[in-house]
């Protein structure tokens, strides 16, 4: 059974022993291959001529054992698409087949197992609501695939409650994801699924993306993990199997960010917010009285500057809770309380 740990009396101390900590988590952290076969387009022959066919490619990223039978968290787009998918232990030079057990794409969560093991190293999970910004952290990960077993980077926690739009590599799918811990150690590709610790060895995030690029500067030393409190909340809807699909808030609008363009042509008020662009009949947004050339500019009180901010802000609402929209029309600021509804599937 995996370990669960709500005691966080020490989980804010900066990390001193760094090699204590690698000593109770390194063994539970494995390293996942899985092949992903696509359809190549037809036409590709000479002079356009040729039938098609499959290109494989073998993506690489990380895990973490929850329990001594072999069940293991990673991040759904390290498995997703898959055809295949081996775990290697730590230390071990044996590939072992893996199945995915249930997914989350919408968190980014998957399960997934592997058979005929027992009394597997396990890791214990911390309280992610319990951690504060420049708390010491450790990430551990299978960083670029590079051969002669996991990197291991330091930091400490830069910001939390973070939003991020990416893209799955494998079904191109947009996942809007929220409420990520930030931290500065250093996260690359392959380190996807694998454990972000506090001092105490405690699993309190799981490493998920980095951040390339903001506008036209280059990111440094900007990396993103999903919460534990998250994960937990989920393993036990995973192991149900197939697709989790947890309901979802849901305003009902269509928009875009305001731009300068937009202001001056239609005289809007504000300099930014998220724009109403169409308002869809029987939505929730419909019924409370929103308009397209409307200006979302708050949320309850939290300032709204751009489309993805309402996105974000958004998935931390359940359906059926009502929200106060502070709106634009015109040169009029309106309050306008909105009962958000369920996300239809797909959106």
């Known amino acids: 059974m995996e370990k669960f740990s709500g005691n966080t009396s020490l ?3 900066r990390p001193a022993d760094i090699q204590a900590i690698l000593a109770k988590v390194l063994p539970a952290v494995v390293t996942i291959k899985s092949t992903v076969v696509t359809q190549t387009p037809s036409g590709g022959g000479f002079f356009g001529f040729g039938g098609g066919g499959t290109q494989t490619s073998l993506d690489e990223g990380t895990g973490m054992i929850i329990t001594s039978d072999g069940q293991i968290v990673t991040n759904n787009h390290v498995v997703s698409g898959a055809s295949s ?3 290697n232990l730590n230390g071990s030079d044996k590939d072992l087949p893996a199945k995915v057990v249930g997914t989350d794409p919408s968190d980014d969560v998957a399960l997934i197992q592997v058979t005929g093991e027992a009394s597997l190293p396990t890791v214990s999970f911390g309280r992610s609501a319990a951690v504060k910004v420049g708390d010491g952290v450790v ?3 299978n960083a670029l695939g590079l051969s002669g077993g996991p990197t291991v980077t330091a930091g400490i926690i830069s910001a939390e409650g973070r939003g991020l739009t990416t893209q799955d590599p494998n079904s191109g799918a947009t996942i809007t994801l929220a409420d990520l811990l930030q931290t500065d150690a250093a996260i690359n590709p392959g380190n996807s699924g694998g454990p972000l610790v506090n001092s105490r060895g405690q699993v309190i995030g799981m490493n998920s993306d980095e951040a390339v690029n903001a506008g036209s500067a280059q990111a440094q030393n900007i990396g993103f993990a999903i919460p534990a409190d998250t994960i937990t909340h989920l ?11 947890l309901p979802r808030a849901y305003l009902g609008i269509q928009g875009g960010d305001e731009t300068p363009q937009q202001q001056q042509e239609y005289g809007l008020t504000p300099s930014t917010g998220a724009l109403v662009e169409a308002v869809p009949p029987t939505t929730p947004a419909a019924k409370a009285g929103l308009q397209p050339g409307d200006v979302i500019v708050s949320l309850d009180g939290s ?4 489309w993805d901010d309402l996105t974000q802000d958004l ?3 359940n359906p059926g809770q009502t929200v106060t929209l502070g709106v634009y029309r015109g040169s009029k600021l309106l309050n306008i309380s909105v009962t958000l509804g369920t996300a239809p599937s797909g959106s």
């Open 11 to 13: 989980i804010n101390q």
């Open 85 to 87: 998918i081996t775990v």
């Open 139 to 141: 990430a551990i990960g």
């Open 235 to 245: 393993v036990p809807l995973l192991r149900k199997g197939g697709t989790v699909t």
């Open 303 to 306: 300032g709204v500057a751009a």
């Open 315 to 317: 998935r931390g609402y």
